[in-house]
């Protein structure tokens, strides 16, 4: 039997490894494992059951935007960019100004059923540099507040009711800090990639990061200076600590903070950690008014291949990752919004999750409000994120007041700007 069996079995494996041969490899390179790793695998292993021709393989994700940008760039000049990469989108113009990125447009414009496949319009749009498309949407968010409810009761808060302004925020944080049984009453996630919720604060207070011909920085401003002192507020009267990232998302997880602010990537996250510790709830960011623009950024994913074969494959993979399924596997895992409609919509997709969890409909509801996540222009683009994340660090750690720090940032930041 097993002569007669053993050319059949042969002439498998030769079709198996001449598909295999067949199949386009896509390189792919991804920032933040601790939010993307778990949802971009399944996507990849979804992507894998409807696409065997394609074979995607996932490189060491950075640890940041910042470093996957790093890395792009390091890529150009040995040739080895990634056919993919998820990129900050306050970040695409620094690929663009090199001629780095393919340009997407060709693509639609060969979807014979584009306007059909429930891509948002609105979200879309964050992927265009200079009025072309240079990336689709995987993951965006707005800042929110995240709230452990227990602190707040016992400080006299209303949870129903939660603070709305800085004021009302601080005031309830200063009640909860108590230095002696470890707790305090307030962390803003100041070290966000990209300045992110420095830019949430300068923005909610009708900042600009640059003047209107972008070649002069803009926030040399009250607005500027009021995000530097909301920080130092936070230490001050919120009792906020100097600690790492990962030292305060695992105090907030241990119940030893009051009042967490940061991105609502996090929702699920942190849900899921924080267990039946303490009561978590979510509300919208504290501004000054209900009106207030606020931040709104995240992850898109551009096409660096040169090769056709593999533009064509990265396409079908980055359409497939903001699809429908693609974007229910993101939203499930993190809590970034989507951007496709369909998975919004179908009760068994998002529709009814949703409805069953209070906590992820906050980023939404600050939609109607939100402007683009931004990056400073020209080649020294990271240099000026630093100098801005320099000088926070220097008012949390009470090493400079507001007013140095802004005025170190501003002519910093201008001596890197393009002349």
Known sequence: MRRFLLPFILLLTAVASGRAALAVEITVLYPQPYLYQAPIEEIVKAFAEKRPDIQVK?????????????????????????????????????????????????????????????????????????????????????????????????????????????PELLALAHKITDPAGNTHGAYMLWTTTGNYLWQELLFTHDGEML?????????????????????????????????????????????????????????????????????????????????????????????????????AAAWDFIKFAAGPIGQTIMVRHIGYMPSNQIAIDTPELLGDYYKNNPNMRTAISQLARTRPWLGFPGENSLKAIQVIYDNMEAVVAGKATPEVALQRSATQVQALLPK
């Open 58 to 166: 996932l490189l060491a994700p950075t640890k940041a935007y910042e470093e996957t940008a790093s890395a792009v760039l390091r890529g150009a000049i040995t040739g080895s960019m990634p056919d993919v990469a998820f990129n900050g989108t306050n970040l695409m113009h620094l690929f663009v100004d090199r001629k780095l990125a393919v340009a997407l447009d060709g693509f639609v414009s060969k979807e014979a059923d584009w306007d059909k496949q429930g891509y948002v319009p609105g979200m879309i749009s964050t992927g265009k540099v200079n009025g072309q498309l240079y990336g689709l949407p995987f993951a965006l968010s707005t800042p929110i507040l995240y709230m452990n409810v227990d602190l707040l009761r016992k400080a006299g808060g209303n949870p129903d009711a939660p603070p709305q302004t800085w």
């Open 211 to 311: 003047s209107a011909d972008g070649k002069k920085v803009g926030f040399d401003t009250p607005a500027g200076l009021k995000t530097f002192e909301i920080l130092r507020d936070l230490v001050t009267e919120g009792g906020m600590p100097n600690l790492t990232d990962d030292q305060g998302t695992q105090a907030f997880i241990a119940g030893q903070i009051g009042f967490y602010l940061g991105s609502s990537a996090r929702v699920n996250s942190l849900m899921g950690k924080v267990g039946k510790r303490f009561e978590l709830r979510t509300a919208p960011f504290p501004s000054p008014r209900p009106d207030s623009k606020i931040v709104s950024g995240g992850g898109t994913m551009m096409i660096f291949a040169k090769d056709p074969a593999k533009q």
